[in-house]
């Protein structure tokens, strides 16, 4: 079934569109099947970690950045993240205290390989998070865990980097049960959030034709910044990402309290800014960094709930409202937006969105 694209144009649509599907499969083997709580290998062992390093490249990279928002404040693990081709050459320190995370939809990127290696070789414990079990990094690994999404035909990552949230978020609720860091009501509580997720994702993916219609203006333009705060910073530069890497329109993503450092001067009436705010405890300060972009003539869409939308009242050039998520899953629901604006965007342009031009699916070779 995985090798057809069935009723879809592209291998991207068709994997975008099977998320909730393949994360209520991941969660039917991660979550506990009659109780509130995560079920993961025992191998897995976060007691005796004094930090975590994660190390991936592209989208699999921004994953490994929500995540560090999660293994530090759910788990109070101090985290390192970075892309596999610096880490590998930048000669980090690493000791047995050390847990490194790789993390590869292939498995079989050289980079990321290259830097488990490197890892390995100075004493460090290493868990890979990966799609293809019977991969390399898997098999090097000390514990491999798969992200359980189904072969990904489409060039740009959409439903592994989702799997891989997925999975990540379990282990960062894992890491916080073993090290005391949440009770049995605050474990369940996550978990339930968990659960809902599919459903919301289906939700979101009924706003596609609101969001083809957003792409179609989005298509023209030159360049687009994606604006986010803590979790939702690591989603803006994904967003980024994917516009960049199917449609070829230069896409920035930013920290939304980065906007007045540098980026603001670039705002005008032809650059789109997407505002990836969901009501959270951070809402209020990316909406006032929106206000800064509207302040300006620019034009921001903004991506929220309902609620969210209400607050911000009038004024942002377009607006999409998504189901009301828990902070937890708002940056995996949030995904679904990103994808498909990036997808008819390219959709309009008229590019090959599942065999970009210079991208290859696994990057095998330095
Ligand atoms: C390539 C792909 C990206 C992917 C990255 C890492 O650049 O085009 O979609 O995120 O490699 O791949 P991996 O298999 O290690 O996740």
């Not at 083997?29 to 490249?57: K, N, Q, T, W």
């Not at 009038?314 to 679904?336: D, F, K, N, S």
Request: aromatic content about 6%; overall charge negative.
């Amino acid at each position: 079934v995985f090798a057809e694209k069935g009723p879809y144009k592209h291998f991207m649509a068709k994997e975008t569109h099977e998320q909730p599907i393949v994360l209520a499969d991941a969660f039917a083997r991660y979550l506990a099947p009659h109780r509130s709580e995560v079920h993961l290998p025992e191998e897995v062992d976060f007691a005796g970690c004094e930090r975590i390093v994660m190390v991936a490249c592209g989208t699999a990279h921004y994953a490994c950045h929500v995540a560090k928002y999660w293994f530090e404040s759910l788990a109070g693990i101090p985290v390192e993240i970075d892309v596999a081709s610096e880490f590998r050459y930048r000669e980090p320190p690493v000791g047995p205290g050390t847990l490194g995370i790789f993390v590869s939809q292939s498995g079989e990127t050289a980079d990321t390989l290259a830097a488990l290696r490197y890892l390995k070789g100075r004493g460090g414990r290493s868990l890979a998070v990966v799609n293809v079990e019977t991969s390399t990094i898997a098999r090097e690994s000390d514990v491999a865990l798969p992200i359980l999404a189904g072969p990904e035909i489409g060039v740009a990552s959409t439903k592994a980097f989702t799997c891989q949230l997925a999975l990540l978020a379990c282990l960062a609720i894992l890491a916080a049960r073993q090290r005391g860091a949440i009770d049995g009501a605050g474990e369940a509580g996550r978990v339930e959030e968990l659960r809902a997720l599919p459903g919301l994702m289906a939700t979101a993916l009924t706003l596609e034709p609101a969001i083809a219609e957003i792409a179609r203006d989005v298509s023209h333009a030159r360049d687009v910044l994606f604006l986010g705060r803590g979790p939702m910073y690591p989603l803006a530069l994904e967003g980024a990402l994917k516009l960049k890497e199917i449609s070829y329109i230069h896409a920035e993503g930013y920290a939304s309290g980065e906007l007045k450092h540098g980026p603001i001067a670039l705002v005008d009436e032809a650059v789109p800014v997407i505002v990836l705010a969901p009501s959270d405890a951070l809402f209020d300060k990316t909406v006032s960094n929106m206000q800064e972009v509207l302040a300006r003539g620019g034009r921001a869409l903004l991506v929220s709930d309902a609620a969210g939308i209400e607050a911000a009242g009038a004024g942002a050039w377009r607006t999409l409202a998504m189901p009301r998520a828990a902070p937890l899953v708002a940056p995996i629901l949030y995904a679904v937006p990103a994808q498909l604006l990036a997808y008819h965007a390219a959709v309009f342009k008229g590019t090959d969105v599942d065999q970009p031009r210079n991208l290859a699916k696994s990057v095998t070779v330095e």
